[in-house]
């Protein structure tokens, strides 16, 4: 019987973004996929293979790297990409710092995440991609909330967000004209818990970061930072040891840990079910100020 | 939090409907303060969320925390009090889980509300109970039956500010029911609500007895969508040829696409369109096994016993069932940018996976939206409106109606100057 054929959530957004990811490798001639060793992304790439299954995935990763990684995260990337076969370009902050494009921030608060937006632009221009596909997410913030699957950058990267183009059922406009290129996200309408659901589901590895351990962290107004050497504790701003685990992992200087026992996926998922805030609630680049996301993002950010 | 894994109930997790569906209302019929409660009620807003708000609340010298503030993401929208574009919102019940198309509703909104109803299964219209069926409220239901959307659940809201009246409501009930006539709606609800004290939203108004039928939520969580989609006809268009270029799979074409409609099974005999071949299904690839049938919306590979040529914007489609094909249709177009559509106009169309360019020949008459009334012998379409016109394309396209399909009826037209998506099509 024909009303017997219904896909469940985690397999109709599975085969939207299968489709969308084709229609990258159809519509553009040499995408990325921006790569930061965080779940999104891994999850992205592993579609991609889904997508192209049995080819190689015709995408590039292009990782930038800020300089204040999780090693566990750069460990992580290093092994799937040699795991998988695929190619990978690192564009490093601390060049661009070296080459004077960009300042580093001073203070205590000082962090390389708004600084990744010129190497990114910068690789994405040296190396000819006219497509940057990301893992970003709607439900991650409410800039985010009106994204699209097909996102429009004009030649100096920029996103307008008052100018987007309205897109229709599932056909996607990646024309334009040349030195303009597209973000293209994936995974647009899932969410943290359809991520994880799938991570289950299809048992994607994960960076041990994901997983609850125990792990030095000091506190700053209200968030819970790894012990690292790339940010200056202040005075009354002690290291201690905890049971922790990151939901999400960006620079290691704006990402906060949250206390966690959750060791398996099955208790992650049973965690971000039960849980009261965003993922994004642990990300100091978020929070300063109502619109630190639309402004990155303008600027040519993920 | 404990180790639960023994009461792991990953069925509960993992299989669940999906059910996208969009929002229309004029200013101050109280969307957002819907949409506000739909997601607080099912618990979807955070704490960090409310507390994001409550904090701009305050900055904004606002007495009550703005729901609003939670749906309007962009600075300009915050600045000026309006929704600008339209915004996707997430929810969740254990039932299933939900896609908001949330379209603003003033400014652009026949361009915005027909983005969220292209993709939408249901669509809630709300009537300010005090003020009934109005001019938006005709505007509201005819883009919702144009787009196809398969459901309606008409919302009379701020029934609290007419004493919960069941006679107000029957009214409404059935003055919407007069006008609905005349257009093309399968399934049509009415509940009436109140969204700011949640009465008949998730919990069932105790100020409405008289209403037997479900809140909101019941209705969203149940209402059945499995016949939403055509099982019926089987098309494929070709998105991309996968050749792994590796010794193991020498000769190995497949044909990467979404089914767009109906069901291809291995041993199927299908014809590929534009040549006409005809070839056998010898397997149904993904990268989790092989499958032995293929459905919509599934995203999978096609193997074919034969080497037939087939590329991108081509459609595979079974032998005995084939769509129609021309170069000359007649459309229902939306038109969505501010430079207006001239008749003789010529743009690139984009249908399926396939793309061509196509003229403008005939503007056969363009809508009165509020009033449904056919406007002759006008020579362009502008921003917003939507008309009736006959194009004509460089190549067939090979296509089914709207009504019988919402993936292969309909059509995009792009701006060769400007690459900007200018106009929405149904093939009518």
């Known amino acids: 019987m024909a009303l017997d054929y219904h896909l469940n959530h985690l397999r109709e957004l599975e085969s939207e973004s299968i489709y969308v990811l084709r229609e990258v490798a159809a519509q553009f001639e040499n995408p990325c996929i921006l790569f930061s060793g965080g779940k999104d992304s891994i999850v992205v790439t592993h579609l991609a293979m889904k997508a192209f299954y049995p080819a190689n995935i015709p995408f590039t990763l292009l990782h930038v790297d800020t300089g204040h990684n999780f090693q566990e995260a750069l460990d992580f990337r290093d092994q799937l990409v040699e795991k998988n076969g695929l190619k990978l370009i690192v564009a490093s902050v601390q060049e661009a710092i070296d080459k004077g494009l960009v300042r580093e921030e001073k203070g205590y608060n ?16 040296k190396n000819k991609f006219d497509c940057a596909i990301g893992g970003a997410r709607r439900d991650e913030e409410k ?27 599932n056909i996607f406009n990646g024309r334009k004209h040349i030195g303009e290129h597209f973000r293209v996200f994936p995974i647009s309408n899932w969410t943290e818990m359809d991520v994880w659901q799938y991570i289950y589901q299809e048992q994607i590895e994960m ?65 971000v079910a039960a849980s009261r805030t965003t993922e994004r609630g642990t990300r100091a680049d978020d929070k300063r100020s109502e619109a630190a996301m639309e402004d990155r993002k303008k600027a040519g950010y993920f | 939090m404990t180790t639960t894994q023994e009461n792991f109930d990953s069925k509960a997790y993992l299989d669940m409907e999906l059910l996208r569906f969009t929002t229309a209302g004029s200013v101050d019929d109280g969307k957002s303060t819907l949409i506000g409660r739909l997601l607080y009620d099912s618990k979807s807003i955070f704490e960090d969320q409310i507390e994001a708000i409550e904090s701009a609340s305050e900055k904004r010298g606002e007495e009550y925390v703005n729901l609003a503030l939670l749906t309007d993401g962009l600075r300009a929208e915050r600045e000026q009090g309006i929704t600008i574009d339209v915004a996707y919102r997430y929810f969740s019940t254990p039932k299933r889980k939900f896609i908001i198309a949330d379209t603003p509703g003033h400014i652009q909104y026949t361009r915005n509300m027909v983005t969220g109803a292209s993709t939408a299964n249901l669509a809630i219209i709300l009537v300010d109970a005090r003020k009934g069926i109005i001019e938006q409220t005709f505007r509201h239901s005819y883009i919702a039956s144009l787009l196809q959307i398969p459901h309606i659940v008409v919302c009379v809201n701020k029934m ?20 609905a006539s005349k257009l093309d709606i399968k399934d049509v609800t009415f509940i009436p609500i109140s969204a700011l004290t949640g009465d008949n939203v998730v919990e069932r108004s105790k100020n409405m007895t008289w209403y037997n039928g479900s809140t909101l939520l019941y209705l969203l969580e149940n209402i059945h969508i499995g016949s939403d989609l055509n099982h019926i006809d089987a098309r494929l268009p070709v998105q991309y040829v996968i050749r792994p270029m590796k010794n193991e799979y020498h000769d190995y074409r497949g044909y990467a696409g979404r089914v767009a409609g109906g069901v291809f099974r291995v041993g199927d005999i299908v014809k590929a369109l534009p040549s006409g071949f005809t070839s056998k299904i010898k397997a149904i690839k993904t990268m989790d096994g092989d499958l032995d049938e293929a459905f919509t919306p599934q995203s999978v590979t096609l193997l074919l016993e034969d080497e037939i040529d087939i590329s991108r914007g081509d459609m595979i489609v ?25 008749l003789r106009g010529k743009y690139i169309l984009r249908h399926t996976s396939k793309e061509c360019k196509t003229i403008i020949t005939e503007i056969k008459y363009v809508l009165d939206t509020n009033t449904l009334t056919r406007v002759e012998g006008q020579t362009e379409l502008k921003l917003n409106e939507i008309g009736r016109v006959s194009i004509k394309t460089t190549v067939p396209l090979f296509f089914d109606s709207y009504r019988k399909n919402r993936q292969t009826g309909s059509i995009i037209l792009v701006d060769e100057a400007t690459n900007e998506t200018v106009a929405a099509g149904m093939i009518v």
């Not at chain 2, 079974?318 to 001239?342: I, S, Y």
Request: proline share 6%; hydrophobic share 35%; with cysteine.
């Open chain 2, 160 to 179: 609290d500010l007419v004493d919960w009246d069941e006679a107000t409501f029957d009214k409404i009930v059935s003055d919407y029911k007069a006008f």
């Open chain 1, 110 to 125: 000082a962090s390389r995440n708004a600084l990744q937006t010129v190497p990114l632009l910068e690789a994405i221009e």
């Open chain 2, 318 to 342: 079974r032998e005995n069932n084939v769509p129609q094909t021309g170069q000359e249709l007649d459309v229902m177009l939306c038109w969505m940018n501010e430079k207006p559509m001239p």
């Open chain 1, 143 to 169: 800039a985010r909330a009106k994204e699209r699957f097909f996102s429009h950058r004009d030649e100096f990267g920029q996103w307008d967000p008052k100018n987007q183009r309205p897109e229709l059922w």
């Open chain 1, 207 to 271: 960076p041990n970061l994901y997983f609850s351990h125990k792990r030095m962290v000091f506190e700053r107004d209200g968030v819970w930072y790894s012990d690292n050497p790339y940010m200056q504790k202040k005075p009354n701003e002690v290291a201690e040891e905890k049971v922790v685990r990151f939901r999400t992992i960006g620079d290691i200087s704006c990402t906060g840990a949250v206390f966690s026992e959750a060791s398996t996926l099955e208790d992650i998922i049973q965690e």
